[in-house]
């Protein structure tokens, strides 16, 4: 399955920004579908994910009720929609895909055999 990222910018903090993650080839809508992000110098983190085709959503503690994952009608688009967007939030975000992760490593870089590219989303104070 191929993923590819897109819809970073420059915002000011308190902006809204939309991520997209277009996925394609083949069983890619029924794929696990997580964003990550890494920041200059940190690891990479687990950020939403939107669970096989059931649908079940999780989100890290720090975006929370700012961000929120969904799956397109056609399944094969993702978006991560993030409000109240903050400095640290800063990083480049990666879709990342998965046909077989099992729940209790979700959150996990590692269990995700397909990525995107990457995109930029940089917030300014």
């Known amino acids: 399955v191929q993923l590819q990222a897109c819809g970073g910018g420059l915002v000011q903090a308190g902006d809204s920004l939309r991520l997209s993650c277009v996925t394609s080839?083949?069983?890619?809508?029924?794929?696990?579908v997580g964003w990550f992000r890494q920041a200059p110098g940190k690891e990479r983190e687990f950020v939403a994910g939107?669970?096989?085709?059931?649908?079940?959503?999780y989100y890290a503690d720090s975006v929370k009720g700012r961000f929120t994952i969904s799956r397109n009608r056609d399944k094969k688009t993702v978006v991560l929609q993030m409000n109240s967007l903050r400095p640290e939030d800063t990083a480049i975000y990666y879709c990342?895909?998965?046909?077989?992760?099992?729940?209790?490593?979700?959150?996990?870089?590692?269990?995700?055999?397909?990525w995107g590219q990457g995109t930029q989303l940089t917030v300014s104070s």
């Open positions: 990342a895909g998965s046909e077989s992760v099992i729940w209790s490593a979700r959150v996990t870089p590692n269990a995700y055999p397909y």
């Open positions: 939107i669970f096989r085709s059931e649908g079940r959503i």
């Open positions: 080839g083949r069983s890619g809508s029924g794929y696990t």
